[in-house]
């Protein structure tokens, strides 16, 4: 089974900064079936990216993803105030893992 | 508009059976895949198993096969997840997913059902 590693596992910054958050699998993992949600506290987790580096509806461009075979990105170009919130990536195919998350808070 | 809505948050006690339902609407049900996704309390996301409402196909988790029932009813457009005899490490928030085929991602995310175990 893949393993996804998140890191760091808290991220502390200040909104307008850029925030850098990165999944390692234990295996490569074709790009084509790598996730990234956003999950704030009380609601269910959002679909931010999928595929690596795609967008999903509705989800603004300061986000971007990035990555292939074992080492993934996402990055927030300026954090806004309702961007703070706890990151998943996922690894989805014929079975599916998240990753650990790594929560951003404000400074 | 795609919209997956949970039942109600529960109370059981251990030893209870318990069924918790997802409702599809704004999408043709029988055309996606439906997961379920275990959250802790205060922990990460676990995936559990999926179903293709089509014909009731089902993958597990093996972490899950065997202490969980996913099943879906087409006509009605809701899939289940059920336990025959709960435990208090089943108190979680329990979150269903819609996804286009086996393999691909979730969305969108029913809005969780709380279920608690307690004697």
């Known amino acids: 089974e893949i393993v996804l590693t998140q890191s760091p596992g808290t991220l502390s910054l200040s909104p307008g900064e850029r925030a850098t958050l990165s999944c390692r699998a234990s295996q490569s993992v074709s790009s084509t079936y790598l996730a990234w949600y956003q999950q704030k506290p009380g609601q269910a987790p959002r679909l931010l990216i999928y595929?690596?580096?795609s967008r999903a509806t509705g989800i603004p461009d300061r986000f971007s993803g990035s990555g292939s075979g074992t080492d993934f990105t996402l990055t927030i170009s300026r954090l806004e105030p309702e961007d703070f919130a706890v990151y998943y990536c996922q690894r989805y195919g014929s079975s599916v893992t998240f990753g650990p998350g790594t929560k951003v808070d404000i400074k | 508009e795609v919209q997956l809505v949970q039942s109600g948050a529960e109370v059981k006690k251990p030893g209870e059976s318990l069924r918790i339902s997802c409702k599809g609407s704004g999408y043709s049900f029988t055309r996606y895949w439906i997961s379920w996704v275990r959250q802790m309390p205060g922990k990460g996301l676990e995936w559990m198993g999926r179903i293709d409402p089509t014909d009731s196909y089902t993958n597990y988790s093996p972490s899950f096969q065997g202490h969980v029932t996913i099943s879906a009813d087409k006509s009605i457009s809701t899939a289940y997840l059920q336990w025959t005899s709960l435990k208090a490490s089943d108190t979680a928030m329990y979150y269903c997913?819609?996804?286009?085929?086996?393999?691909?991602?979730?969305?969108?995310w029913g809005q969780g059902t709380l279920v608690t175990v307690s004697s």
């Open positions: 595929g690596a580096s």
């Open positions: 997913a819609r996804h286009w085929d086996r393999a691909t991602w979730f969305d969108p």
